[in-house]
């Protein structure tokens, strides 16, 4: 299947290990041009030079902390420098904010900020310059927690204001040429994620929840997120406007 993702402009937000990193290495293999933002420079280079063996396009990186820097202004400096992308994946995010349901608004808003308010402040600039030209693809990394609504409550609620936001905008956009959609990965494991490491120090509790939570009864691959990205960015996913597809193993 000819996903017509060759030479497409790509940015990937978030993309300097697990998911992230290996839809940026999917988009390389399909000889797209790969923009990447994440913190760690080092992790960046390394992914860089990864790529650049897969493919000799025009590839680029940018070190940004998005939660400290301004997200608006990056989007800004990276569009007049890279032009129009034709596909945005935004993978930034994480269950790694408080769990305390009675926190604060502070904590609450942190926990917003970090699973969908990045994302929408860099909508804001990357999606006028697609409207113009009546094709795009913005793909956005959510979780199955947005829809069992089971776990921390910080991310589940942002994650699911996430899809939110991804059904009332995409569809604004249907009619534009524009396909919003979001990714709602399961339990994935890779090395240094949450599940893989309790592998190695409580293999019991892994066993436990895959037994009573994972109908598939094993985690997820960092590969089979990525398929399913690459599809929803690509011309076949013409008429997925605002799906918010789970990629969980049948989580229950």
Not at 44 to 71: G, T
Not at 99 to 104: D, E, I, P
Request: glycine share 8%; aromatic share 8%; charged share 20%.
């Amino acid at each position: 299947m000819d996903l017509g993702i060759k030479d497409k402009n790509v940015l990937i937000v978030g993309a300097s290990k697990g998911i992230g990193r290996g839809i940026a290495v999917a988009f390389a293999e399909e000889g797209a041009i790969v923009t990447t933002i994440a913190r760690s420079k080092e992790l960046l280079v390394n992914l860089h030079e990864e790529i650049s063996v897969i493919n000799n396009q025009n590839n680029k990186y940018y070190v940004s902390d998005l939660m400290n820097d301004d997200a608006n202004m990056l989007a800004k400096k990276i569009l007049e420098e890279r032009g129009t992308f034709d596909i945005v994946i935004h993978n930034v995010g994480g269950s790694l904010v408080s769990r305390n349901a009675l926190g604060t608004l502070e904590e609450w808003h942190y926990a917003w900020k970090f699973n969908a308010g990045i994302a929408i402040d860099m909508n804001n600039i990357l999606i006028p310059p697609m409207l113009e030209k009546e094709w795009g693809r913005v793909v956005h990394i959510s979780s199955i927690s947005a829809k069992m609504l089971r776990g921390n409550p910080l991310y589940a609620s942002s994650k699911e204001f996430l899809n939110a936001y991804v059904t009332t905008v995409g569809r604004e956009l249907a009619s534009k040429g524009i396909v919003m959609t979001a990714v709602m990965p399961g339990a994935v494991a890779f090395p240094g994620s949450y599940w893989d490491n309790y592998t190695q120090t409580d293999p019991a509790r892994c066993e436990d929840f895959l037994k009573h939570h994972q109908a598939a009864g094993r985690f997820g691959t960092v590969k089979e997120v990525a398929d399913v990205v690459l599809f929803m960015a690509s011309e076949q996913a013409s008429f997925m406007q605002t799906a918010l597809i789970p990629v969980d193993g049948a989580n229950m």
